[in-house]
């Protein structure tokens, strides 16, 4: 499962990729690990709907529909977070989550478990350097979160490699244009115009998914 040279040490059910020098490798999560035990407060706060404009439920009801027939596949998300996708994505998927703050992903651990997830594991990695070896996934997952990567480009180039020909990526992000209150989101936000183009660079097939929740978009793009 893991590329060629990478290392993992496993501690409390994350797996931590080890640098040449023998250390683990660290991120700097942007809320910090210490109030990670904030997150869904965060989210259910201030996010939904005061920044989205949008109903979490009707989020979760988007993704329900869109994954209801994904069974029994690979399935990678980037940026796991607390682990909402017990939410939408049905339990007999083997799943593979990754994130840079292994505070919300001990949470992720716990959600999956208690929704009864029996083939899951978790990475404390970046989008943009998967530990992973090629061609290995059938459905990549980004939820609320593409606006806050450095470098989109990388990301993509990491799920096209990652994942096996004919994989469906499937995204929510804010965008500009469906931003009709005018809140500040964090991180970058691009046009769906912009998110086409970008998805059509790397050789992925632009597919928009056509609900209307607030700032955010919906999509899928196909290897």
């Given amino acids: 499962m893991l590329k060629n040279g990478t290392k993992v040490i496993s501690k409390k059910e994350l797996h931590y990729v080890v640098e040449d020098g023998g250390n683990l490798l660290k991120f700097k999560p942007w809320l910090g690990d210490a109030f990670s035990f904030l997150y869904d407060v965060i989210m259910a ?3 939904f709907p005061n920044k989205f404009g949008g109903d979490m439920n009707q989020h979760y009801g988007i993704l329900r529909k869109e994954l209801q027939g994904v069974h ?3 399935v990678l998300e980037l940026a796991t977070g607390s682990g909402s996708a017990v939410n939408f ?3 007999d998927n083997q799943y593979t989550g990754t994130d840079i703050s292994p ?3 001990r949470k992720a651990v716990k959600s999956f478990r208690n929704a009864g997830f029996t083939n899951a594991g978790f990475y404390v990695t ?5 530990p992973f070896d090629d061609n ?3 459905i990549a997952l980004c939820i609320l979160s593409l606006n806050f ?3 989109i480009n990388k990301v993509l180039q990491e799920v096209k490699r990652v994942a096996a020909p004919g994989a469906v990526f499937i995204c929510s992000v804010p965008v500009l244009e469906r931003n009709k209150v005018r809140s500040t989101i964090r991180g970058t936000l691009y046009s769906e115009e912009e998110l086409r183009e970008i998805c059509k660079e790397h050789g992925l097939s632009y597919e928009t998914i056509p609900f209307k929740n607030g700032a ?3 999509f899928r793009a196909i290897m």
Avoid: M, T
């Fill in 45 to 47: 706060k201030s996010i």
């Fill in 72 to 74: 029994e596949k690979r």
């Fill in 89 to 91: 994505l049905p339990n």
């Fill in 103 to 105: 505070g919300l992903l």
């Fill in 126 to 130: 970046s989008a943009d350097n998967l």
């Fill in 136 to 138: 290995l996934f059938d």
């Fill in 149 to 151: 990567f450095n470098d």
């Fill in 216 to 218: 955010l978009l919906y």
